[in-house]
C-alpha cells in the first residue's frame, strides 16, 4: 500500500470513529456476545434432523443407532440453542442484574421446555406435509414434499420459531424467521397463530403478519399478504391486532391481500386472485375480482387477429 493511501485509509478510519461517538442507535458498539445466525442456521439444520429422522442424515456423526444418532442432535441443538438464549436474554438485561449462573439457568429451562415440546411439533408438521401432498397434483409422493416444497420448509422454521416465541425467547425467533425469509420468499412472522394442516403453495411473496390467526385446513397461493390496515402508528401499534383472522378450510388464491385487525375470512371461504380484502368475509363466501373485459378485432393491414380490452366503454386499447 503506498503512503498516500495509507493516510487516505487513516484519515477514514480516523472520520468513522468520530462518527461511531454520536448519539444514532447504530453508534452502539457492544462489547459482549450476540447472537449467531450461523448458529442458529445449525440449529434449525439440526431439529430439522431430529423432526424428519429419515429424510435428513447427519454424516458428521458415525453412528449406528437411531437412540444415538437423536442423542447426539439432541445434546447439540440444546447445548448451543441454550449459549443463543443466554445470550439475548443477557443483552437485553441490566448489566448490573441478574448474574450470568441466573441467566444461564433461565436459558437451560427455556431451552428443555422446547425440546420437550417436539413431539408435539412433529404431529403438527406431519398435518402441514399432509396438506402439501392433498393440496397438489402436481406432487409425485410426501418425500418430493419435504425435500423440494419451500412452503413446507418456510412452514416448519415457523413452527421452530414459534414455540420460541410463546416461550419469550426475544430476537432468536425472528432471526430464524427472516432466515426461512431469504431462503424461501416467504415470510412468516413467529408471533403469527396457524393450526394444522397448513400449507402454502408456490409461496413466493407470500406476508403472514404477527397478529395474524389462521385456522385448521387453510391453503395459500403465492403473493398473498395477510397484512396489517396500516403501520402509520408506529410503535402505538404495538400488542395490538393488525392483521385478520382467516377460518378453518379457507383457500385464498394469488396475489390477495387481506388487511386489518377486524377483518375475519369466514370458514369455508374462496378469496380469488388480487383480492383487496379490508372487510369481513362471512363463511362460505366466494369473493372475486371482476375481469375486465376483452374485445377482438382484426387489423387489416397486418392481416391478423388482434385483442382490445374495453376500460370505460369507449375507446380501444389495442394489444398487437
Known sequence: MSYKLENEVNSIVDALLTDYNGDKTIDEIKSFDQPKKEVLVEILNKLQKIVFPGYFRNDVYKIYTVRNKVSMLVEDVMFNLTKQIAIVLDNLGDRNGPCDQDINQKAEGITLQFMQRLPGLREI?????????????????????????????????????????????????????????????????????????????????????ETTIIGEHVKLYQGVTLGGLSTRGGQALRNKRRHPTIGDNVTIYSGASILGGETVVGKDAVIGGNAFITSSVPDGARISVRNQEFKYGVDKEAGKVIESRDFDGDGWFYII
Open 125 to 209: 408438521i406431519e398435518t402441514d406435509v399432509q396438506a402439501g401432498f392433498e393440496g397438489d397434483p402436481a406432487a409425485f409422493n410426501t418425500d418430493e414434499i419435504v425435500f423440494s416444497y419451500p412452503g413446507v420448509y418456510a412452514v416448519f422454521v415457523y413452527r421452530i420459531a414459534h414455540e420460541l416465541h410463546i416461550l419469550d425467547v426475544p430476537i432468536i425467533p425472528r432471526m430464524m424467521a427472516e432466515y426461512a425469509h431469504g431462503v424461501t420468499g416467504i415470510d412468516i412472522h413467529p408471533g403469527a397463530t396457524i393450526g394444522k394442516y397448513f400449507f402454502i403453495d408456490h409461496g413466493t411473496g407470500v406476508v403472514i403478519g
